[in-house]
């Protein structure tokens, strides 16, 4: 056994939704230098076919595809399915990364910020892993099972809700609903495992993330002293989606830096 063989993905087929940007982009990127062959879907066509162009001008053993693809409706599920069997006769990991937040204060935090955020972060991630359940199933075996890895968040796992509160219950739902799966499509050879990110630089974070002093100030508050980056992502990727992750299921890997274990402090010492 040597890494290469424990972290390899040549021959594989991925999916990763909402792939363009953020934590999805470096996914990609991390399955692509892998050897696989990528498939990048989000709302913008565009700036998926750009990223795969990018991927595919490394000196990479994988490649990349870039297309559109909704989440957010059984109509843009069920079309993004659809492209994807016409795109391959294989898929051996679907990672559902795509989401959407809202922010407001408790007070003003709008009734239709919930639909819209569980529709994409919950609904979109189980359908559309239902949907293509034949093909995952199809390519995993019991020595190399096919893998889904859910993007939850940390803000899933404690009580952080700093405005986005749709967006937290959404994560919590992605984690348990990722043991659930687990569980059910174990017997079919078919891994679900889940990241809890902390904070990390994205299109969803660019007003804390974006500018360096501020991104700064955001690490300053993580327990490890910084914000994520694209080695984090992709070395969970690779462990859960190679060889050396076919004996894992049901998993929450919490890539917060530190945050997923912040306490209350320890009050007794503090008071004496």
Request: glycine residues 12%.
């Amino acid at each position: 056994m040597t890494p290469e063989t424990l972290f390899s993905l040549q021959g594989k087929t991925a999916l990763v939704t909402g792939g363009a940007t953020g934590i999805g982009r470096m996914a990609a990127e991390a399955l692509v230098r892998a050897g696989a062959r990528v498939l990048i879907a989000s709302r913008k066509a565009e700036a998926c076919e750009a990223v795969a162009d990018e991927l595919n001008e490394l000196d990479a053993p994988g490649s990349a595809e870039g297309f559109g693809g909704d989440v957010g409706t059984k109509e843009g599920i069920d079309a993004l399915v659809s492209e994807v069997i016409g795109r391959t006769q294989r898929l051996d990991i679907l990672m559902n990364n795509a989401g959407v937040s809202w922010g407001a204060p408790m007070g003003q935090f709008p009734y239709d910020a919930w639909d819209k955020v569980m529709s994409v972060n919950v609904a979109g991630i189980f359908d559309l892993s239902q949907k293509l359940l034949p093909m995952l199933m199809k390519s995993g075996t019991p020595d190399d099972p096919a893998r889904v890895v859910n993007v939850g968040s940390v803000m899933g796992e404690v009580p952080m809700g700093d405005g986005a509160y749709s967006y937290s219950a959404s994560k919590a739902a992605v984690l348990h609903l990722t043991k659930i799966m687990a569980k059910e499509l174990a017997p079919y050879h078919v891994t679900v495992n889940a990241l809890a990110p902390g904070p990390f630089v994205s299109r969803m974070t660019a007003f804390a993330t974006a500018d360096e002093g501020t991104r700064d100030k955001v690490g300053k508050s993580v327990p490890l002293g910084r914000v994520g980056r694209d080695e984090d992502i992709a070395g969970c990727m690779l462990f859960l989606c190679g060889q050396g992750g076919s004996y894992i299921t049901g998993a929450v890997i919490p890539v917060s830096g530190g945050i997923n274990v912040v306490t209350a402090g320890n009050i007794f010492a503090e008071a004496l």
